[in-house]
């Protein structure tokens, strides 16, 4: 299949490589592009010669976040009624063989959270994790609120979503979000190393170790992102989140009035 959002490719006869490839809206994720993503990750869980997938994105931008100025005019009938995020974001979640995140660069609010969907990340050293919704008058929508306590704490996840500041990597290493740091040159060398190893062992004992591992780590998770996601909907019945995206794509300072 032709993609336009992302490229795609196998490395070693058994890597399969996902490159998010929106250059000049730094990897914003837009529905063509999650779609297109949910594509090739099924197509490489089908094939029987891939034992293990990478999501990267650029030296700049892993993923900068969702396309703001696709959700900017959504109502909250469009957010609800659209199963927005549901419809295409979820896709990984389905997805048994492993799936390992390789950042660089950016990788704010929903490219946070697509990384944290991964199984692991691997950070290059210039890497930057945030989850800055709240300049936008909104809340993490995918995950955010609820992956982010269990991986770093509830402390820096209320300060992450709270503040909306940035994390880089080697905080990231220390709080747990990531499993290792690298230099950037050798960030795909790297992780490619691990997406190898694991695709020496037997695919069905590797998605057995997944499995057990996600079961200590999601019980409850369901609960918590569908309640995320109602509120995440409701927000774009505010004034407040036209005005802050409206603000960002205007290149001006949010005026937000509590309405
Ligand atoms: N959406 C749309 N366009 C974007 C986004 C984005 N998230 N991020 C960057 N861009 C665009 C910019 O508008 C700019 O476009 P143009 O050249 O046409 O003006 C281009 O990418 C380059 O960006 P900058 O000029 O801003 O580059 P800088 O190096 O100065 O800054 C930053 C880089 C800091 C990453 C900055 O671009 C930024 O703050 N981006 C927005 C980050 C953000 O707020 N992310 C959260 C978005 S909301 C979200 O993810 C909710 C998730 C909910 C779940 C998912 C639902 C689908």
């Not at 500041?165 to 060398?189: F, N, T």
């Amino acid at each position: 299949m032709a993609y336009e959002t992302i490229e795609v490719r196998v490395e070693a006869d058994k890597v399969g490589v996902i490159t998010l490839n929106r250059p000049k809206q730094l990897n914003a994720l837009n529905d063509q592009l999650m779609n297109e993503l949910g594509e090739a990750l099924k197509a490489f869980e089908a094939d029987e010669k891939i034992g293990c997938m990478v999501i990267t994105g650029s030296e700049k931008a892993f993923a900068a976040g969702a396309d703001i100025s696709a959700m900017a005019k959504y109502s909250f009938a469009d957010a609800y009624r659209g199963d927005f995020i549901t419809r295409n974001w979820e896709t990984i979640r389905s997805i048994r063989k492993p799936v390992i995140a390789a950042v660089s660069g950016f990788a704010l609010g929903g490219g946070c959270e697509l990384a944290m969907m991964c199984d692991f990340i691997i950070a290059a050293d210039n890497a930057k994790f945030g989850q800055p919704e709240i300049k936008l008058g909104v809340i993490p929508g995918a995950g955010g609120t609820q992956r982010l306590p269990r991986a770093i704490s509830k402390s820096k996840a209320m300060d992450m979503c709270l503040t909306a500041r940035m994390m880089d990597a080697a905080e990231a290493e220390r709080s747990g979000l990531v499993s290792r740091v690298v230099p950037l040159d050798k960030l795909m060398e790297e992780t490619l190393a691990a997406a190898i190893t694991i695709s020496g062992f037997s695919q069905i004992t590797v998605m057995a170790a997944k499995e057990a591992v996600n079961r200590a780590y999601e019980g409850q998770l369901s609960d918590g992102l569908m309640f995320e996601r109602r509120l995440f909907h409701s927000l774009f019945a505010t004034q407040d989140q036209k005005e802050g995206m409206d603000a960002f794509l205007n290149k001006r300072p949010a005026n937000f009035t509590n309405q």
